[in-house]
């Protein structure tokens, strides 16, 4: 069914129709903040909410197995790539619309782009996003959040694809958001756009405060290396990163990936490292913890094969 596909050109037709970016035989580690991830055998960036609508139901009708990406920055891709259609919603469907208090935004746009919108517009509530390296989508995908704020706490409705193919519009409250968690989590219905309602400010102050989030975060994580961000959930009682140091996995390196030794909640690219070498070390420390404490470490990036 996906020799169907691609030999008949039907995933280029839509996006030549859309006039979206489509490749063959594209390597997805470029596209990743973790630089990890092998050949795919096709990589489309649809530009419209229609192109999306029709990509899907294209795959859907032919089975053919497809992926939704955002900026990639909290996802570990198989180095033998995957086989289907890889959608990356990010900076080809990336507007951000300001009305008033409320910034509408498609899926595609990066949190910094919306947070300069909201700075711009000297606007507060958006702060704690700033640095968050994803786009809205995958945010709300996982109801991000840092520095004691949350997606839940800003948005106010979305649009979303369902698994029908229709086109919804949900409010917060029917959002399911919880701690790295939504209703979107694991379904297959895909985030169109996202509102956020924030709050007059004074724009100097809104810079100063993202100017500081972005100095802490430089401050404590690894930034000078690919990652996918915090490696593991919080457990409920406590921080992730102290487990995996008590364990004695602070500089723990297999193949080209390492446990930061700037923050052990971070798992880095060192160069070269493999999808291997970072379940490698994510199962070793999930054993190691449970068995030093009993917590069962349960991994925040998703590994996609
Ligand atoms: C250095 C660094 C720091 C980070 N700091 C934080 C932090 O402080 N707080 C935090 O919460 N996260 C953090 N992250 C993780 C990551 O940036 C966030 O989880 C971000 O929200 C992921 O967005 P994305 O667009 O990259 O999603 P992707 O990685 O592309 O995708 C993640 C998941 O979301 C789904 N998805 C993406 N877009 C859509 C869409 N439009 N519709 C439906 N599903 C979609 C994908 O299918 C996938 O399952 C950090 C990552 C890095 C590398």
Not at 136 to 163: I, P, R
């Amino acid at each position: 069914m996906e020799g169907f596909v691609l030999e008949h050109g039907m995933i280029g037709g839509i996006a030549a129709k859309y006039g979206a970016k489509v490749l063959y035989n594209e390597r997805i580690a470029g596209y990743t903040s973790f630089n990890i991830g092998g050949v795919c055998d096709v990589v489309v960036m649809p530009g419209s909410a229609d192109c999306i609508r029709e990509l899907i139901a294209a795959c859907r009708s032919t089975g053919t197995k497809y992926y939704i990406f955002g900026k990639c920055t909290n996802v570990l891709i198989s180095d033998k790539g995957l086989r289907g259609v890889v959608i990356i919603i990010g900076s080809d469907y990336s507007a951000v619309k300001r009305k008033g208090t409320r910034l509408i935004c498609e899926a595609g746009a990066p949190l910094i782009k919306v947070c300069n919108a909201a700075k711009e517009a000297g606007l507060t509530g958006l702060e704690f996003a700033y640095g968050i390296p994803g786009s809205v989508g995958g945010a709300l995908y996982m109801n991000a959040g840092a520095y004691g704020g949350e997606m839940k706490d800003v948005v106010v409705c979305c649009e979303y694809l369902d698994t029908d193919g229709s086109v919804k519009s949900i409010n917060t409250a029917d959002m399911g958001l919880s701690y790295r968690h939504s209703v979107f989590t694991g379904s297959d219905k895909v985030i169109l756009s996202v509102s956020f309602e924030l709050k007059p400010g004074d724009k100097a102050a809104v810079a100063e405060k993202m100017n500081e989030t972005m100095r802490r975060r430089r401050e404590k994580q690894p930034l000078e290396y690919p990652s996918a961000g915090s490696t593991f959930k919080r457990p409920e009682g406590y921080f992730a990163a102290k487990l995996i140091e008590d364990s004695g996995f602070k500089g723990y390196t297999r193949g080209g990936a390492q446990v930061s030794e700037k923050h052990s909640g971070f798992v880095i690219n060192r160069g070269g490292a493999t999808y291997s070498d970072v379940c490698g070390i994510i199962g070793d420390i999930q054993a190691k913890v449970f068995a030093d404490t009993g917590v069962k470490l349960e991994c925040e990036l998703i590994k996609v094969e």
